[in-house]
């Protein structure tokens, strides 16, 4: 790995860290709800992001170094696995069984299914 390209996955990185925030506190703003929406909205926007890049990079109409930067710095920083998770185990300790499984199962299947979509879109360019 090229320094140049070092720097620019870190602050891809960051942006992406910023752009969660930016967006989870929009959703947050929007919609009130116990039920973390926002994360939701997050992780699943991010999958599908990654797969579409994914698919851009396998026709070989994206680089390897930008599905680097794009795929691994900004949105390895704009989704969050640790945050759903612990989402999950709050909403099954506060008793919300229903909302905990919606919220780490339905997730992971949004997640694939959306992810599966961009990763067939992108093959299509």
């Avoid at 602050?11 to 929009?26: E, K, M, Q, S, W």
């Avoid at 795929?71 to 390895?76: H, I, P, S, V």
């Avoid at 229903?98 to 990763?119: E, H, I, R």
Wanted: glycine share 16%.
């Amino acid at each position: 790995m090229t320094p140049i390209l070092f720097v620019a996955l870190s602050l891809a990185g960051g942006l992406g860290a910023a752009t969660r925030f930016l967006v989870d506190g929009v959703v947050k703003a929007r919609i009130r709800s116990s039920y973390p929406i926002g994360v939701t909205v997050i992780n699943v926007s991010g999958s599908f992001l990654l797969g579409l890049l994914t698919g851009l990079a396998l026709g070989q109409v994206l680089s390897h170094e930008w599905l680097l930067v794009l795929g691994t710095g900004f949105l390895g920083g704009y989704t969050t696995f640790s945050t759903a998770s612990f989402e999950t185990v709050r909403l099954l300790q506060t008793g919300r069984v229903g909302a905990g499984l919606l919220n780490g199962v339905g997730m992971l299947v949004a997640s694939v299914a959306v992810a599966t979509l961009g990763l067939w879109l992108g093959s299509l360019a």
